[in-house]
């Protein structure tokens, strides 16, 4: 006979849960108290985060991602919601636990036909492109390729021509201005400041007044070939202290000064206060070698070439833009004299770019003006 404590079901006995150890829940926090940040530098793991205060100041603020961060990219421009030890003290560290949803997105990859892309910066307003007049020489290649990333992610782009006293006409340094005249595209050139040595990096103060004015309340990234200049227009304008360099005498290449972008506020003068100064960024980038477009689509890439787009209406359905068997107009639309004086030479950096992303052309095309 049973004794009754056998029945007595609170002396039941319960085998543990090998799962024992997992949540009750899967909610995650929502981080209500989560302060909001940009993200100026990035550096293996560390970002650097500036927050602003209700009273007008602000806190540099160094953080790690959480771990439900890490397969998420985080570049300069973002702007992230930061929990933990937001003081800024020396030795503290905040947690980055969201990036607010962004507004555009810079983006690149190595090659045309590389998949893997590589995120360059977000939130940004405009892309300023960079290039020298002569030493290094402009590649019209590099310029229509940053245009074509430009207009895919929603950026307006300003083109910045520096060196323009090494050429003999600086006017139109390099055919330049007069390459790109159909197109709606903001052009500063930039000449040495007259007074200064040979090789002395000094700016033309008009082309930092023209700039200044442009970017002015808004978010600008700034890319370039090392060694046109990118890093003494940073500087002339914000006000910092980044590594300039010359240019390589055998290769004809930059040296790379800049390993890392970084986000800085333009430096208050007497047309801009404190407040609007702050409001104004340039994400200096590192120099590049290359600017795939793999993320771009094939069909995309025409609409950076506005200046062409009018005679593709012509076009055969479906067409490919790549020669005149296959149904495309463009040529003899240029021909009848559409397109400008460059009409030609546009048609064909249009189409070294449409078969160099097919993979029908070794390499991103990095033709330069008048070669």
Not at 3 to 24: I, L, Y
Request: with cysteine; proline share 5%.
């Amino acid at each position: 006979m049973s004794r009754w404590a056998d029945w007595d079901e609170s002396r039941v006995r319960v085998r543990p849960n090998k799962k024992g150890t997992r949540p009750r829940t899967k909610e995650s926090p929502d981080y209500s108290d989560a302060e909001l940040g940009r993200v100026v530098t990035v550096d293996r793991g560390r970002y650097t985060v500036r927050l602003e205060d209700s009273d007008g100041g602000e806190r540099i603020i160094s953080a790690v991602r959480a771990r439900a961060m890490r397969r998420t990219p985080v570049v300069p421009g973002d702007i992230v919601g930061l929990v933990g030890d937001t003081t800024g003290d020396a030795g503290s560290l905040a947690r980055l636990i969201r990036i607010q949803e962004r507004t555009t997105l810079l983006r690149r990859s190595a090659e045309d036909t590389d998949d893997a892309e590589r995120v360059i910066v977000a939130n940004a307003d405009q892309l300023l492109i960079v290039v020298a007049a002569a030493d290094p020489a402009p590649r019209t290649g590099f310029i229509d390729r940053a245009l074509v990333a430009a207009y895919d992610a929603g950026i307006t782009p300003i083109l910045l021509v520096t060196k323009a006293d090494l050429v003999e006409d600086p006017e139109d340094p390099a055919g330049l201005i007069s390459h790109y005249a159909e197109l709606e595209l903001q052009i500063v050139v930039s000449r040495q400041a007259s007074g200064t040595a040979s090789g002395d990096p000094a700016l033309d103060p008009a082309a930092v007044v023209a700039l200044r004015g442009s970017l002015t309340q808004r978010v600008t990234a700034m890319i370039g070939h090392s060694g046109v200049g990118k890093s003494t227009m940073v500087n002339a304008l914000t006000g910092a202290d980044r590594a300039t360099s010359g240019v390589n005498a055998v290769t004809g290449r930059g040296r790379h000064t800049s390993s890392s972008a970084v986000a800085l506020n333009l430096e208050p003068a007497e047309s801009l206060d404190l407040a609007a100064a702050r409001n104004s960024w340039i994400i200096d980038t590192p120099g590049v070698r290359t600017f795939g477009l793999a993320h771009v689509a094939p069909d995309d890439v025409l609409g950076a070439f506005s200046d062409l787009v009018e005679g593709s209406a012509a076009c055969e359905p479906g067409c490919a833009h790549v020669s005149p068997e296959g149904g495309c107009a463009l040529d003899a639309w240029v021909a009848d004299g559409h397109g400008g004086d460059h009409g030609a030479a546009r048609l064909a950096s249009l189409r070294g770019l449409i078969r160099s992303m097919a993979g029908t052309e070794d390499g991103p095309e990095e033709k330069r003006l008048g070669a």
